[in-house]
């Protein structure tokens, strides 16, 4: 066919030919992208010269959020979306302020930085290439896209560097005393189920209250669905390392000038060994990815492969209403949970790792068999439940009251405790906590918990102010009740304060520096595009990355 147009290029009808295959490449493989340059859609935000574009956005979010939900039980998606925004604005505005300040990273440095990493050093700690291959498999990113983002983790640093040798000789001695200074609250617990409520309500005032609040009156969503696992031992069973590949890697060692074969022969056959059962299990997983996503029945997959299969039926993403208690009795129940809920019916999940009951490590992934969504209950199903919530609502109201009347004494100059006192409630006294929330004793302190959900706007708070915060169910009112200053500054304690404002200086400057440099680079955020592939981050206010 080439060699035909080469000969006839001259013809009228070749170059018509020509032709009409360049306007068709265009219409169908360059249009959009012209189309998105010249309406601004290019673009998702714009650091100086460097745009991330849509695509990129979207593969970066799924990327570190699938990373987060391997390392996190429990996180806010919206939160981790925005923070994930924030994270590639800074990155490349330091990328660009590397290049123009002349601070490169050599091949050099880039691995030893990644060889310096624990979660790829063997157990005599050694860096094992395999366990890098098998973690950049598992979190599927391409090695240069690994090496780029540690590269740019390195010049973060280097960035840092000036700021590390800022004196904090002036401040020291104030910063010591505030950290160490303790504090104690008086506390006064309102319970809303003590609260008693004498009004009747109508069916009428019922039916509104159901109509008006549906969530509380709404099924959860559940999902029907399978957890195929494989045993890690059943693969090592068939990993196999014969004498010659031992005396291969041995001839290759560096190490061969100062250790002989006997010696290495046990430790080489071990590293060697972790190296081909990694690259199976990979292997192995992604042959019933593959076979999962070309359409084949679960069932016959697990079959095929050898898989351990576990249903789980009509469970919420909370492990409730089970009807099998497999799922509940897993270690890693709330990773499985995590990813049945986020994938679509139908559609199964990629392998992650765990380790089982008797602490074996394990692969499993999840498949999705049915979704029920979730749905408001009717009105006449659920009428003891609709009285018993509006009961309820009542009682906390009134404990709300109760604690704003409170706060409003203490305004007037009346301490807590004797307008509790007056009010009939007991009112109890924290132990002495720091600014962390530490305390001497943490086994014997009745509020701890309470002490954790506000420690921190209790150093705020002047001895004629009380707050209140719900916590668990109970409104909490607090006021300040005693300022303890240290006595004797133990030296131990004076130098983490010391490398605490230390670091508190450097992470401010630092910040400074880029909230100053996304000015010089201009940062753009497009809002509009931003709306239609991420509605969660499309009214970020720009000034709260810096």
């Known amino acids: 066919m080439l060699e035909l147009i080469r000969k006839h290029s001259k013809s009228i009808v070749v170059k018509a030919f020509l032709t009409v295959l360049a306007l068709t490449f265009v219409l169908f493989f360059g249009i959009s992208d012209v189309i998105r340059r010249f309406t601004g859609k290019d673009y998702v935000v714009k650091i100086g010269n460097a745009k991330i574009s849509p695509i990129d956005f979207k593969n970066e979010k799924a990327r570190r959020l699938g990373l987060l939900r391997g390392r996190a039980k429990d996180f806010n998606e919206k939160e981790a979306t925005i923070a994930i925004l924030h994270q590639l604005i800074w990155e490349n505005i330091v990328d660009q302020a590397a290049g123009e300040y002349g601070i490169t990273v050599s091949d050099e440095t880039m691995k030893r930085y990644v060889a310096g990493m624990n979660m ?35 010049e973060n640093a280097l960035m840092k560097a000036p700021f590390l040798y800022i004196s904090t000789a002036a401040e020291q001695d104030l910063f ?3 950290s160490l200074e303790k504090r104690t609250l008086s506390i006064v617990e309102l319970k809303p189920s003590s609260f008693k409520i004498s009004e009747k309500p109508t069916k009428e005032a019922l039916e509104n209250f159901h109509s008006e609040n549906p969530d509380l009156f709404s099924a959860p969503e559940t999902r029907r669905f399978r957890i195929l696992t494989l045993q890690e031992s059943i693969v090592e069973a068939n990993v196999q390392i ?3 590949e031992i005396r ?82 897993l270690p890693y129940k ?23 009951a008797n602490k074996n490590k394990v692969y499993w992934l999840a498949h999705v068999d049915a979704i029920i969504p979730k749905h ?10 609709v009285e018993k919530e509006w009961i309820a609502r009542k009682q906390r109201e009134k404990a709300q009251e109760t604690a704003a009347n409170l706060i409003a004494k203490a305004k007037e100059g009346e301490s807590l405790e004797k307008s509790a006192v007056k009010g009939g409630f007991a009112v109890g006294t924290t ?22 959900e506000i420690y921190e706007d209790a150093f705020s708070l002047e001895k004629t102010v009380a707050n209140s915060k719900e916590i668990k169910g109970v409104i909490v009112v607090y006021q300040l009740k005693e300022i303890i200053a240290p006595k004797k500054i133990d030296p131990k304690d004076e ?4 490398i605490e404002l230390q670091s508190e200086i450097v992470s401010d400057m630092y910040q400074q520096l880029v909230g100053y440099l996304s000015k010089k680079y201009e940062v753009k955020i497009n809002r509009e595009l931003l709306k239609e592939i991420d509605e969660e981050t499309s009214n970020l206010p720009i000034d709260d990355i810096f």
């Open 376 to 385: 408001v209950v009717d009105f006449e199903k659920s009428i003891e439940k």
């Open 495 to 498: 130098k983490k304060c010391e």
């Open 120 to 154: 790829f050093r063997d157990k005599n700690g050694r860096f094992n290439a395999g366990l890098l291959r098998g973690f950049l498999q598992k979190i599927q990113v391409p090695e240069v896209m690994f090496l780029e983002s540690c590269r740019k983790d390195v």
């Open 242 to 244: 014969s004498e010659e």
């Open 248 to 329: 291969e890697t041995y001839d290759r060692s560096p190490e061969r000038e100062d250790r002989s074969y006997d010696e290495m022969k046990k430790e080489i056959a071990a590293n060697l060994k972790q190296e081909k059962l990694q690259s199976e299990i990979n292997e192995l997983t992604r042959q019933i990815e593959d076979a999962l996503m070309a359409g084949d029945d679960a069932a016959e997959v697990a079959k095929k492969f050898n898989l351990e299969v576990i249903e789980i039926e009509d469970v919420d993403a909370d492990g409730g209403n089970a009807k099998s208690k497999s799922a509940i009795n």
């Open 176 to 178: 010591t005393q505030a």
């Open 334 to 356: 709330d990773d499985v949970l995590a990813v049945a809920f986020s994938i679509d019916e139908g559609t199964d999940s990629s392998f992650s790792e765990a380790l089982d």
């Open 431 to 452: 132990q002495a906590f720091d600014r962390r929330g530490g305390l001497q004793d943490e086994k014997n302190a009745k509020f701890k918990d309470i002490i954790k």
